[in-house]
């Protein structure tokens, strides 16, 4: 039999029929023509937008919401979503909200093709009667292909396509619907549309709703609970019961009630007694972003910054930051990430026991793994908060009159990850001129006659006319001239011995290596000290002029004790997919590795890293494997604090403006500094300089307690 079609001329004839009545004119010649005929009627008819459905629905997936936790996997840092959805197997849904949205949406679900003839020949006559559009005919089906096709749209033509309200629009959503119940069960359809549906109060899909709503999950809602839901989807606001008068949305839930009798899913007793009970919310909120992060873990909400700015620069999620961003916002994810619960409870209670939030300086520590670059701990005393209402006056004078300071609510990226630059590191910089010199081939003993000034070989930048237009730093005590060795001169921190050992390998060297482990150059005078021309003449480098943060400086650190082996920071510890896969990402070379595997490589030879440690054991009061530490050092009281080996290097500016420590074991490298970010010139003063050395050693302590006591390997005889 050959299947009857319309010409052009008689399909344009035919849309005022489809406007008026929903193609009911095709539907009432149902009896000479198969409902399959509707697709033949309008690809003739509209050629030019009914055409083949653009992509296997099949495979469409709308918006989820992603889940972001610590590295338990259990403590949740808080959801990013642009529409709160979590895909729920049908499986695991109350049977009540099944039946009440087949009920109260299309009570002929498990009859139909798709296309319900019946209820497109009564909104036909309904519409009729109206004398417009009082009434639809979609089905369950026709509703799931209209929400497909919209959260599939990659283009605004196939946005409208999926949303104007047109007649040609129903007709393709018939046409696909049919074809997809063809080939997807009953129970798939009602499972996608479950999940798909919008019902208000910005929940998407029935686990978002049960959620929000009655702060439950779908599996447990019971029947007068999900009748409130079903009824929500024909007109969320209208019957959003959190919002309005809940009389409408009483209503609304006692016609689905109604509905769910009549179809015999529930008994007329059942009903009565649903219907009398007023409709009772439990409302939850769930968190959105960082600055949703609970109170409870507010610390946290500096970390998850952190994350944020860390995935809207990664290639593998996309080719612009908005791109990674609307990702993660809507890709559904499991982020497992490095942050542990127990390190950072630690790390913030030392933190605030140094310095308080109402202080005007920021003081902070930073804790990374060795040999993975996992972040395990960012705390710093500021509550993560973008009301600034009750903040201090901002300790720039020039400033104070216009703008309040940062304390002690911010949401500034204080300890890395962002665009701030950081703080001026002191002597900590020492470590990238004695990791250079001995990556070089120069031995730990390595011995200068190190005076309380030196004239050096670099520029002073106009600012020493009395070295001969040269830079001639001093040392912080006369007790450090003499003869010293990169034990004895990093342990006292002997600044004219380590100018000598800089202009022994090259300023450019120490520059080159420190950006091997991960430093950056932010501001606009660093940028140019570091610039290819200028950096052979960077000698001020050494004493750590440059800006940097502590993320930077932890990690930088962590691959000193991983033996050289530099790993890329990072916040996470695995990435999944809704489906429970982890998420692969390409690499440059073309492979597929997965998103949240380390990224390390050899950046130093492992035994210069541990020439470097058993120098760096002198400034905490640990005994190296070899040498001597000259009798006294820096931070001689860590050692004893932390109770097994550690290394480490404290620093300071000009006038104590910011004062540092970075230390390490095998097992964590921490880095902590007190400093004012509003005010570079506001000096944190002497008094204060230990704090950052107390901070890493009481945290160190703490969060290796109880935990076995591992060595460092000694470097061999040749290099010392």
């Not at 994810?333 to 140094?354: N, W």
């Not at 403006?657 to 002497?686: C, H, I, K, Q």
Request: glycine share 8%.
């Amino acid at each position: 039999m050959t299947k009857p079609t319309l010409s052009p001329s008689e399909g344009n004839r035919f849309l005022p029929l489809l406007r008026a009545g929903l193609i009911a004119g095709v539907i009432l010649a149902a009896a000479a023509y198969p409902l399959a005929a509707i697709g033949g009627i309008g690809a003739k008819a509209t050629a030019d937008l009914v055409r083949d459905r653009p992509r296997d629905l099949r495979h469409t997936s709308p918006a989820q919401t992603t889940y972001v936790y610590g590295a338990d996997g259990k403590t949740l840092l808080t959801t990013f979503y642009e529409e709160h959805r979590k895909y729920t197997p049908i499986g695991e849904m109350s049977p009540y909200i099944q039946q009440a949205i087949v009920a109260s949406e299309d009570s002929r679900f498990y009859k139909h093709n798709g296309v319900d003839a019946k209820g497109v020949a009564r909104a036909f006559v309904a519409n009729q009667q109206a004398g417009g559009v009082s009434q639809g005919a979609s089905t369950l089906t026709m509703q799931y292909v209209r929400m497909a096709l919209r959260d599939s749209a990659q283009t605004p033509l196939e946005v409208q396509e999926a949303t104007e309200q047109t007649s040609i629009r129903k007709l393709r959503e018939m046409r696909i619907a049919l074809d997809l119940e063809k080939e997807m069960s009953k129970t798939e359809i009602l499972e996608r549309y479950l999940n798909s549906a919008y019902f208000g109060h910005r929940a998407y899909g029935i686990y978002a709703a049960s959620e929000i709503f009655f702060s439950k999950t779908p599996k447990d809602l019971s029947p007068v609970e999900a009748a409130t839901l079903a009824g929500l989807v024909k007109a969320p606001s209208e019957y959003d019961p959190a919002v309005n008068d809940q009389k409408a949305a009483t209503d609304r839930r006692n016609y689905v009630i109604d509905r769910m009798r009549t179809m015999g899913y529930i008994s007329p007793d059942a009903a009565a007694a649903m219907q009398a009970e007023p409709i009772k919310l439990k409302l939850s909120t769930p968190p959105n972003d960082c600055a949703s992060v609970s109170k409870e873990y507010n610390s946290w909400g500096f970390f998850c910054d952190y994350l944020k700015s860390w995935w809207s620069v990664q290639p593998g999620f996309g080719t612009n930051s908005l791109e990674r961003l609307d990702k993660l916002r809507r890709g559904g994810y499991k982020i497992v990430t490095s942050i542990d619960p127990k390190v950072q409870d630690i790390a913030e209670k030392h933190v605030l026991a140094k310095e308080s939030a109402s202080s005007p300086f920021a003081h902070g520590l930073v804790a990374v793994e060795p040999g993975t670059g996992r972040v395990k701990a960012m705390a710093v005393n500021r509550i993560y908060s973008l009301d600034s209402t009750e903040n201090g006056p901002h300790s720039d004078p020039s400033k104070r009159a216009r703008m309040k300071g940062n304390y002690p609510n911010t949401v500034n990226p204080l300890l890395g990850g962002g665009d701030l630059p950081g703080y001026q590191a002191g002597s900590t910089f020492k470590m990238f001129v004695m990791l250079a010199a001995l990556d070089a081939g120069l031995p730990l003993s390595t011995a200068y006659d190190s005076p309380f000034r030196i004239t050096s070989i670099y520029p002073g930048g106009g600012t020493t006319s009395s070295c001969g237009g040269l830079w001639c730093p001093s040392n912080a005590s006369a007790a450090m001239t003499g003869r010293q060795t990169m034990w004895s001169g990093f342990g006292k921190s002997v600044n004219t011995y380590f100018v000598q050992l800089e202009q022994a390998i090259g300023a450019d060297k120490a520059v080159a290596l420190a950006e091997r482990l991960g430093l950056q150059w932010r501001t606009d005078v660093d940028k140019r000290q570091a610039s290819p021309e200028k950096r052979k003449e960077w000698g001020a480098f050494v004493l750590g002029v440059s800006d940097v943060t502590p993320l930077e400086m932890a990690n930088a650190y962590a691959a000193i004790a991983a033996d050289g082996r530099f790993c890329e920071a990072i916040p996470v510890t695995s990435i999944s997919n809704p489906d429970g896969t982890p998420t692969m990402i390409t690499t440059k070379s073309g492979g597929q590795v997965e998103a949240a595997k380390p990224r390390c490589h050899q950046e130093v030879s492992a035994d210069a890293a541990r020439a470097a440690t058993d120098a760096a054991r002198c400034p905490t009061g640990d005994t190296p494997a070899r040498g001597s530490c000259g009798g006294w050092s820096t931070a001689d009281s860590v050692k004893g604090t932390v109770g097994r080996p550690v290394a480490g290097k404290t620093g300071t500016t000009d006038s104590t403006r910011s004062a540092w420590f970075v230390g390490y074991t095998p097992e964590y490298a921490m880095a902590s500094f007190l400093a004012d970010p509003d005010n570079p010139f506001n000096a944190v003063g002497d008094a204060q300089s230990n704090k950052p050395v107390s901070t890493v050693s009481d945290t160190l302590r703490d969060a290796l307690k109880d935990q076995p006591v591992r060595q460092f390997a000694p470097p061999s005889p040749t290099i010392s």
